[in-house]
């Protein structure tokens, strides 16, 4: 069916930040469609094309499409009649041709995208054509030949006719399944072929060669469409391994050739045929290797457990963020050592042979830590277990292995170091083997880490050493700062790295070429270690050539010596729980290292973006443990990224503003600044900013306007919603489908605040009377939906969405902190919070779940400032129990109730989570209300034995200096507090009284001066 392209029925759209014009065209007597666009930020152009189509069970959508562009997205959607449910095919970084190029897209191709409904459409009323921003620029681009076609619901068989150039015969015998015949040829000429034809064009996806005793060393694969020119897919030159995988595109395949060289005399053993021997062609289709992950997992079932990374068993591996603070690069490192040194870039795992076994992470117990328990020096340490693996003889297997990985240098030019020790804990026996450290293909990241990073195989198209030094893909070197005592580096076609260690050897070649990026390679080391003695091995990666590598001692202390000047800032010394000091100070490492520059980023895989709303809490947090410069630079850095309309772009990346609505984000933006003021109480700073301010807030008054109709006033039908902010996806529960959202007004609320205080500290009356008003009008529309909203749906509790009516206490937590909103609703508000609590009793005692996000850290703060400190700490001990591993003090953003879950985990760690834990657990210290400051509300009994005191301890009345403490002074056990600091506010302090059954109770008692003491029998 042939779908026509006319401009005068389709609908161009472009976002914020995109100029597009759309053309109508004639290419040889077909009509066509020219998409011009300028990207001047992130956003799209699209073509909406009305088809009204009832899709048949399976079908293909096909066009022709030709540009003059930089690389950017090609998207193909298709919606129903609502435009609400979306699948769609998105292919990144398309590269563009002045020629037209067929796109095909099969009713496989197409994936879930979002909307309501995530069953596959069956009715499609429009198909988008898009161009999304992924490389910037501008150009054209020409659709034509747009065909929809139904195609039978059964696949042809695999089998084919197989033709040889000698020897035909036999040549069947390669496809019988049979071990033990062989096609074997007969011809006199170097080249020998075999050609592979289907009846019907096939959808392979690799094609598997097993060879005999002598496998052919240099082979091409070339593959034909229908009645199509052969094309060539692989070329191999100097393979030696006995089984061959080759992936094939993905087309309908008619033909496949194999043309293979025979070896000369000179490369084999006198005994060794001089022809072709080949056991078996098999070929797979689709569901066997659709991508590179799929093949090296498959390939990973070949060898024994530990050969390869964890991931290709189905079973999740945890892993930290090793970099500077600031830093364009990071690396991360899993719960076993491997260390994958930047974003898609190689890994190095470390091997041992102990001259009887090659020694793997299935070899060993983990433990993992960080220097002095918080520094982000991750650190792993592997003791190979003896009794699964206890030689036979009786002696243990090796020594202890030790991994400690760190990064030292400037934000622009930093250098990964990263030092593995050998120590041998014997009494008696000397250790001796090889240490290896293999330079794989595969990234830490997981293949189910999609999100913005892909995880899992990366191409290592080239391995060299030079000197002392191994070049990766031309550009990234590993540095031996430990001379090693060989190298050697391989290809999948000469076998994969492990191969050759499990034998104790090394590849043969020290440089190699792979076109298909499947090279990989290993340094080794020898050592022979006495009882009780370590070794040290030492390599760095210097991420640029402007950085400097230096001793790694001399690295390590000066990097240890930076973060503890870095994380002393403030002083919090709670000695009945170290764990959660050490938690406190490891987070602000991570959100510091997390920085790309002076953005503030989630994460550095899958969140390495800038959205706002984590940039704003997150900046919180820095500001309440004292980072105040990495604040102001972060408001500088992103301010300029505001719309002329005065539209705070939800999220910043490499290629700008996104234009996606989010409704959170021009609140956000206003309390970012304010709370930047209140920390520092920098007046110029906030005049700067305040012309961006007030543009904000008219953005927020037109989006209101949407709600001020006659559909939302008294008798409307959605009166319920009236004068409150639109729908928006800003909340990720509504990622499918936007909703009246309480998380982008209680944002919108808090902005309006303090928006109007901003302008009444600058002196600006009017300015300020006009904004309270506003203020004030939002309040009374937002608390009059939230009621009207909880009658209408039957609820006691405040809804997450008011056109939902659905239960979000992790996000109706804002209301409290930093919204401070809600209290107006005290019974609706302890509702929410009591059915949360009852939820979260129920999970922590045993009732079944898959996984929750550790957002909800957020209710720790909620719990201390409703007064249920004791419900505060229940939550914190529980999500201090998931911190994966604990050694590393963080959370993934998804935590599963089974730790080995292969599933999406966001980055870990992850930066927006870690603000809230710091947030969170400040409150137990401190928090401010509008006109006092609130202290020691959260205090555990339990912590005053060996007391609690914190220092310097930044708030919006200046530093705080605080401590208590149980002592037996003259045969009296007293409870002493005390509370010293520039304070500006009055200060409420909260004392645990208890009584002689155990029982304890808090009694707030109002210090009017400072320094403050107060003791309690």
Not at 313 to 335: C, K, L, M, P, Y
Not at 355 to 382: F, K, M, N
Not at 604 to 610: E, G, M
Not at 855 to 863: A, H, I, N, P, Q
Request: proline share 5%; charged share 25%.
């Amino acid at each position: 069916m042939q779908i026509e392209l006319e401009a005068s029925t389709c609908r161009l759209v472009a976002t914020d930040g995109v100029k597009a014009s759309l053309h109508q065209e004639m290419h040889r007597g077909q009509k066509a469609l020219r998409l011009d666009f300028q990207f001047s930020g992130s956003g799209y152009a699209l073509l909406r094309i009305p088809v009204n189509i009832r899709l048949h069970p399976n079908y293909v959508f096909r066009f022709q499409v030709a540009g003059q562009c930089p690389d950017n997205t090609l998207e193909v959607k298709l919606l129903d009649a609502s435009t609400d449910n979306v699948w769609w095919v998105n292919r990144p970084n398309f590269k563009f041709s002045k020629s037209f190029q067929t796109v095909v897209n099969k009713k496989r191709h197409f994936s879930y995208a979002w909307g309501p409904v995530k069953e596959p459409l069956q009715e499609v009323a429009f198909l988008d054509l898009t161009i999304t921003n992924a490389n910037g620029g501008q150009g054209s681009v020409i659709f034509k030949g747009l065909t929809y076609e139904e195609r039978p619901l059964g696949s042809a068989s695999m089998a084919p006719t197989v033709w040889a150039s000698s020897n035909r015969k036999n040549a069947q015998r390669v496809l019988d399944e049979d071990p033990y015949t062989r096609w074997e040829s007969k011809g006199k000429g170097e080249l020998e072929s075999l050609i592979f034809r289907f009846r019907e064009g096939q959808e392979l996806s690799a094609l598997v060669l097993e060879w005999c005793e002598h496998p052919v060393q240099d082979f091409q694969v070339d593959i034909k469409e229908g009645n199509g020119p052969w094309r060539c897919t692989d070329t191999i030159r100097g393979a030696t391994a006995m089984r061959q995988y080759l992936l094939l595109p993905d087309c309908e395949i008619s033909a496949v050739r194999l043309t293979m060289r025979k070896q000369a005399a000179l490369n084999l053993p006198l005994s060794a045929p001089r022809q072709i021997s080949l056991r078996s062609v098999t070929f797979h289709d689709r569901s066997y290797a659709p991508c590179h992950n799929s093949l090296w997992k498959r390939i990973a079932k070949t060898f024994p457990r530990g050969y390869f990374p964890r991931y290709h068993q189905d079973e999740q591996s945890f892993w930290t963020v090793v970099g500077v603070s600031g830093g364009r690069q990071e690396a991360i490192i899993n719960e076993e050592g491997m260390l994958e040194v930047g974003r898609q870039t190689f890994s190095l795992e470390p091997f041992l042979f102990n001259d009887r076994r090659l020694l793997t992470w299935a070899c060993g117990d983990h433990s993992q830590s960080l220097a002095d328990g918080y520094l982000p020096i991750a650190q792993v340490e592997r003791r190979h277990n003896q009794t699964l693996y206890q030689d036979v003889r009786g002696e243990d297997e090796g020594p202890v292995l030790k991994i400690t990985a760190f990064a030292q240098g400037g934000q622009e030019d930093s250098t990964l170091y990263a030092r593995y020790t050998l120590k041998n804990e014997s009494e008696r026996t000397i250790q001796r083997g090889r240490f290896y450290l293999a330079l794989r293909q595969f990234q830490v990241n997981p293949p189910w880490q999609f999100l913005n990073t892909p995880g899992g195989f990366t191409a290592i198209h080239s391995l060299e050493r030079k000197g002392k030094e191994v070049l990766v893909n031309g550009r990234l070197k590993v540095v031996e700062l430990t001379p090693a005592d060989g190298f050697g580096a391989t290809t999948i076609a000469t076998d994969d790295v492990v191969e050759h260690l499990n034998y104790g050897l090394l590849p043969e070649s020290a440089a190699v070429y792979d076109e298909r990026g499947f090279a990989c390679g290993a340094l080794m080391w020898h050592y022979e270690i006495q009882p009780g003695e370590e070794k040290h091995f030492d390599i760095a990666v210097p991420y640029t050539d402007r950085a400097p590598v230096v001793n790694l001692e001399s690295a390590l202390e000066e990097t240890r010596s930076y973060w503890l000047g870095q994380l002393d800032k403030v002083q919090v010394e709670i000695a009945a729980a170290p764990d959660l000091v050490r938690t406190i100070k490891s987070q602000l490492a991570y959100i510091l290292i997390n920085r790309d520059g002076d953005a503030i980023q989630p994460g550095s895989r899958c969140y390495r973006r800038t959205w706002i709303r984590d940039g704003s809490l997150t900046s919180a947090a820095l500001l309440q443990n004292g980072f105040e410069k990495e604040v102001r630079a972060f408001i500088e850095w992103f301010a300029p990224y505001q719309y002329e309309s005065g539209k705070i772009p939800c999220c910043v990346d490499k290629r700008g503003s996104d234009p996606v609505p989010e409704h959170d984000s021009h609140g956000e933006f206003i309390y970012l600044v304010m709370e930047y003021y209140r920390f520092t109480k920098d007046l110029d700073f906030l005049r700067a900013l305040f012309p961006r301010l007030l543009k904000a807030v008219a953005y927020i008054q037109e989006l209101r306007s949407q709600c001020l109709t006659e559909d939302f006033r008294e008798g409307g039908k959605r009166a319920h919603l009236y004068g409150i902010l639109p729908p928006s996806i800003s909340h990720e529960g509504y990622s499918a489908h936007p909703a009246y959202s309480n998380w982008d007004n209680l944002f919108a609320m808090k902005g309006l605040d303090d928006a109007a205080l901003a302008a009444a500290i600058l002196g600006e009356k009017e300015e300020a009377e006009r904004l309270r008003l506003l203020a004030e009008e939002f309040r009374q529309c937002l608390l009059a939906s939230i009621q009207a909203s909880m009658s209408l749906h039957g609820i006691d509790y405040i809804p997450g969405a008011n056109d939902l009516g659905d239960f979000d206490a992790t996000s109706t937590t804002i209301g409290l902190d930093p919204a401070n909103t809600l209290q107006a609703i005290p019974q609706a508000l302890e509702a929410t919070f009591e059915r949360y609590f009852q939820f979260f009793q129920a999970r922590r005692d045993g009732k079944p779940f898959v996984d929750y996000t550790p957002y909800e850290l957020r209710t720790v703060g909620t719990f201390v400032r409703l007064g249920q400190a004791d419900r505060a700490h229940e939550a914190l001990d529980y999500f201090m129990q998931d911190r994966r591993p604990a050694g590393w003090n963080h959370w993934a953003e998804v935590v599963y109730k089974n730790p080995l879950t292969p599933r999406f985990i966001g980055d870990a760690p992850h930066g927006w989570v870690g603000s809230d834990f710091l947030r969170s657990v400040r409150n137990l210290f401190v928090y401010e209300t509008a006109e006092s400051l609130v202290v020691g509300a959260g205090i555990k009994p339990q912590w005053l034995e060996q007391g609690v005191r914190v220092v310097n301890l930044p708030t919006h009345f200046g530093p705080l200096t605080f401590s208590a403490r149980r002592q037996t002074i003259d045969g009296k056990s007293l409870t002493i507090y005390e509370v010293d600091g520039p304070i500006t506010a009055p200060v409420e302090l909260h004392v645990l009284i208890e009584s002689q059954t155990g029982a304890s109770k808090t009694v707030k008692v109002n210090l009017g001066r400072l320094p403050g003491r107060v003791q309690i029998s």
